[in-house]
């Protein structure tokens, strides 16, 4: 088979055929690795200049390069070495899934694979005339032992066609580091370390395998900021993109189709409260009442995680009973901390709640009744029409069941030393019982494939995210049937939940502008400085927490608030009122078509937008930060050489009565804007500069509010928007 412009191909060789007829590849997937192996052919690639494997979180990355991989062993590679993630369970994860896909080419002779840890001392010249794996973490020592493997005890490998994958390449592989007390850039010392072994081989590839395609744009070309504000980042040699398969569930489904009313993705959400977090990271007796783990409201989400995953789990086993299908078992990720220390505490918590779970049942106690019916009438809102969905009885003697049998396992894991416990012979982390439930750190950032996990409550701290690896903890996302997805929740807080958010439209718009070409593949990286000026920035030097990514039409706003006390919210609108009629009485031009549409001056706007933020009082995790609110739009009215710079469009609606809390989900309304008006205009208006919906709200008591008058402000970007990566912080000079 050929593909146009490139390498012809041998499709019928010893590796690759056996794997399609294993896999049932799909046409598009093929048509990817032969792309992939014709570019390795015919493109000069290195570690600064790699190919790129493009794919998702879990979306068939690794089932794209062992294709790639057999192709490349019937059209020319004979030793292929394997980089994975510093992590023993995700090199034993590798190795066992390399050794099932060739398993006929291993018992012929035909391919050999070694875990460099565990190669042996002396290979015979047979064993080294196989086509040879070799699988290694990356990490300082292991790149040792590569470099003594290859130039030291076999030399003759050095001449036989070689192909580095370097598996879930992200921004700790190829990276920089900020050095401190200078303002340059230094390649990590593992990167360092491939680049002098690939520089003394003859004939060798090197091949990223990522699902983070910002690991491309954190990449300096050199160490000046190109003119004006464009931040040239490095360009792969190729990208080949994965195809994202039918049952693929990412961070559409929990961010985006979550803001869809009544859709089953509505209800995954769940918010926990920051106290919660921090009772559950250090062991406190005193703060912890053991006794009332099944009241206390302090450990109300926990609580309901552990009680919706039990009783989702049975909802899912006696749906698959009636449909003759084998009862599954479930698991459930609890990843707040690294520390072995919280998770023997964390463990402790939940043995305590467990164990009062099961005395309240056999003690009759109408809570154990009461929490098992909240669970499942959740699990009711977002069923699937077409499933069958049990009634409230079966449920609860299944639960009772799975208490008495002990279905329930109560599992850390965090030891690097039981790799070999912790993941079955696939390869996937272990489902021992018909619940599990894994209180875990560092092994599960590390890509550990987790089967049937219905559950997870995350709560690391977002003030020390990096984009990469936050995302390579999202291991809810994968392969997920609906079915699973309709009893499947989602615990963390707000404010890890908002940043979480962030970070997935940072990916989605980065991937888009990628695979789309969008303003030549370039974006743009900002920052705003002490004095409120907007300047270009090393976007390493951008703190993830606090991006906001600017793209075409998009709405940002305040949501979660509540108003000030009535008698002074008065008092403040008559102010604000008077303010907003004089900027229409002053402004620059008024919609021919509405008079509700006038153009002002940024500094006005600003001026309001201070006088609203005054008439707030913020929830925790809910603050509106008003200051880069206010660069965002005084960039974004900067943003043009043409007569409408430095104004904003404002779209005035009043005598609204939106609630404050959504009644079909009880979150916070963040929608008072109408689509088909007031959105469809201010869209429309903002095709240079951006569009302030102001929308003057009623604020009735039965609403949720204070009884008093207030203006929420729904900031719209321009069409013309290039994606832009905007940081209000960025990260301090150390």
């Given amino acids: 088979m050929h593909t146009a412009g490139v390498t012809s191909l041998k499709t019928n060789g010893t590796f690759f055929p056996p794997l399609i007829q294993k896999n049932n590849y799909k046409t598009e997937e093929i048509q990817v690795m032969q792309n992939t192996v014709s570019k390795l052919l015919d493109t000069s690639t290195t570690s600064k200049k790699p190919g790129m494997l493009l794919g998702h979180i879990q979306s068939g990355k690794t089932r794209s390069f062992l294709g790639s991989m057999g192709l490349g062993f019937d059209n020319g590679f004979e030793v292929v070495i394997i980089l994975t993630k510093n992590s023993n369970a995700l090199v034993k994860q590798t190795f066992e899934r390399v050794e099932s896909e060739f398993t006929g080419c291993i018992e012929e002779d035909e391919l050999a694979i070694y875990d460099i840890m565990k190669i042996p001392v002396k290979l015979r010249k047979f064993e080294l005339k196989k086509k040879l ?185 006696i749906q698959q009973q009636k449909e003759g299908e084998r009862l599954e078992k479930y698991a459930f ?12 505490w964390q463990e402790e918590v939940m043995l305590h709640m467990e164990e009062q779970l099961r005395d309240a049942m056999e003690k009759e106690d109408p809570i154990f009744d009461q929490l098992i019916r909240t669970a499942y009438q959740d699990f009711a809102r ?41 993941l079955d012979k696939s390869g996937e982390l272990k489902l021992r019982t018909p619940l599990n439930f894994f209180i875990g750190g560092q092994i599960l950032d590390r890509g550990i494939t987790i089967k049937n996990l219905i559950g997870f409550y995350y709560g690391r701290n977002p003030q020390k995210f990096q984009q990469d690896t936050v995302l390579q903890h999202s291991r809810m996302y994968g392969a997920r049937p609906l079915a699973d997805m309709a009893v499947t929740r989602f615990y963390t807080t707000r404010r890890i939940y908002d940043v979480m958010e962030q970070m997935h439209e940072f990916d989605t718009e980065l991937r888009r502008a990628f695979e789309s070409g969008a303003n030549s593949g370039e974006v743009t990286f900002i920052q705003k400085d002490s004095d409120n000026t907007i300047l270009p920035c090393n976007s390493n030097k951008i703190l993830l927490s606090s991006v906001q990514m600017l793209k075409p039409g998009k709405r940002m706003l305040p949501s979660g608030f509540q108003t000030i006390a009535k008698s002074y919210l008065e008092r403040e609108m008559k102010k604000i009122d008077k303010h907003v009629a004089t900027m229409k009485q002053t402004a620059k031009a008024i919609h021919p078509k ?56 404002v779209v005035l609606r009043q005598n609204r009565n939106m609630a404050r809390i959504r009644k079909s989900t009880g979150r916070f309304e963040d929608a008072p804007d109408t689509k088909q008006d007031e959105l469809k205009i201010a869209r429309n208006l903002a095709r240079i500069i951006p569009s302030l919906i102001l929308i003057r709200q009623n604020g009735a008591e039965e609403q949720g509010w204070r009884g008093g008058a207030f203006y929420w402000p729904v900031l719209v970007t321009p069409e013309e928007t290039k994606t832009t990566v905007f940081a209000g912080r960025g990260v301090k000079e150390r």
Avoid at 177 to 183: I, L, Q, S, Y
Avoid at 196 to 220: D, F, G, H, M
Avoid at 277 to 282: A, C, F, P, S
Avoid at 335 to 341: C, F, G, L, N
């Fill in 133 to 317: 794996v070799i699988v290694l973490k990356k990490e300082k020592k292991n790149m040792q032992r590569l470099e003594r493997l290859l130039f030291d005890m076999y030399p003759v490998l050095t001449a036989r066609k070689m192909l580095f994958i370097d598996d879930e390449a992200d921004f700790a592989s190829v990276a920089y580091d900020n050095v401190k007390d200078k303002n340059i850039i230094d390649l990590k010392v593992i990167a360092g370390q491939i680049d002098q072994i690939r520089a003394r081989l003859e004939n060798a590839a090197y091949l990223q395998v990522t699902a983070t395609p910002y690991s491309l744009y954190l990449q300096p070309d050199d160490m000046n900021i190109h003119e004006h504000k464009t931040f040239q980042p490095k360009r792969p040699a190729f990208t080949e993109l994965v195809p994202v398969h039918d049952k693929y569930v990412g961070g559409e489904m929990y961010f985006e189709k979550s803001k869809e009313e009544a859709h089953m993705a509505s209800y995954l959400y769940h918010e926990i409260q920051e106290e919660e977090l921090e009772i559950l990271r250090k062991s406190d007796k005193r703060k912890v009442k053991v006794n009332h783990l099944l009241h206390g409201e302090r450990y109300e989400g926990i609580r309901s995680a552990l009680i919706h995953f039990i009783v989702g789990s049975k909802i899912r086993n």
């Fill in 333 to 344: 990720i609890m990843h707040t901390i690294t520390t072995k220390a919280a998770h023997q």
């Fill in 382 to 422: 977002s069923q699937r029409k077409d499933m069958y969905f049990p009634a409230f009885d079966e449920v609860l003697s299944d639960v009772r069941d799975a208490l008495i049998e002990e279905e329930l396992l109560i599992e850390i894991v965090n030891s690097e030393q039981d790799v070999d416990h912790l």
């Fill in 594 to 649: 509405d008079d509700r549409c006038f153009l002002v001056e940024k500094e006005k706007v600003q001026e309001l937008l201070e006088m609203i933020y005054q008439t707030y009082v913020f929830k925790e995790g809910y603050e509106w930060d008003l200051e880069t609110y206010g660069a965002v739009m005084n960039y974004l009215s900067e943003d043009t050489d043409t007569n409408r710079k430095g104004h904003v469009w």
